[in-house]
């Protein structure tokens, strides 16, 4: 049975975070830090929007819906060798907090980014300014450190994939491409998409702050 999980934002959220992230390292690692900078705008701007859509957002998209307690995490975990699995819409107890993990990681690299300062004070971040020349060092040490952090959970979530896909045969990449997934009975409970102007006005104002904060606050 073909099932609704994923709405166009999520789906396209997801993967325009993948390609930035990809391109942030890129262009990190060969020295274009002006379109590092930029590229650390776009991530900034999509993660705000997903914060924003994890409340209003559609059904499956939301926090309420994948964040469980320890004590589902737990449940989950016991049933991980269990093939079939248990049938879950979205994200089971613990990718919900695999998401949580990322998305956490992914504020501080982009708010240690807003701040960072390099060695010769040239390459910084906009709010640099803010804080001591000592202070935007330490802040750019946690921004390195984030970032290796955030490369280790990605490869823990690419493993996890993969499990998925190989041992209980269940194609989480094709889902979050298409939106649906094949499911052997119909869940409890309907798929409840979020109307398309709570997208663009969230993605509207995620990209109004961001572009606040990229100018120093000096827009306002």
């Not at 690692?29 to 590092?36: A, F, G, K, P, S």
């Not at 001591?132 to 330490?138: T, V």
């Not at 119909?186 to 961001?210: I, K, N, S, T, Y």
């Amino acid at each position: 049975m073909r099932i609704r999980i994923w709405d166009l934002p999520t789906r396209l959220g997801h993967w325009m975070l993948v390609a930035l992230f990809a391109f942030s390292w890129w262009s990190a690692e060969n020295h274009h830090m002006d379109w590092h900078r930029w590229s650390g705008y776009g991530v900034l701007t999509l993660l705000l929007f997903r914060l924003y859509w994890g409340v209003v957002g559609s059904s499956t998209a939301r926090f309420a819906h994948f964040v469980r307690g320890p004590r589902a995490f737990l449940r989950y975990l016991r049933t991980l060798p269990d093939r079939p699995g248990e049938i879950t819409v979205g994200h089971n107890p613990m990718g919900g907090w695999s998401v949580m993990l990322l998305l956490g990681l992914l504020l501080v690299q982009t708010g240690t980014g807003l701040f960072a300062v390099d060695t010769d004070g040239i390459e910084s971040g906009p709010l640099a300014s803010l804080v001591s020349f000592g202070m935007g060092r330490d802040i750019a040490d946690i921004h390195e450190l984030s970032f290796n952090l955030m490369l280790a959970a990605v490869g823990l979530h690419i493993l996890a994939i993969v499990f998925y896909l190989v041992y209980k045969r269940e194609n989480l990449i094709a889902a979050m491409v298409t939106g649906d997934k094949f499911l052997p009975t119909h869940p409890r409970g309907d798929f409840e998409a979020a109307p398309w102007w709570r997208a663009v006005m969230g993605l509207l104002v995620a990209g109004g702050l961001v572009a606040l904060v990229a100018s120093g606050f000096a827009l306002i």
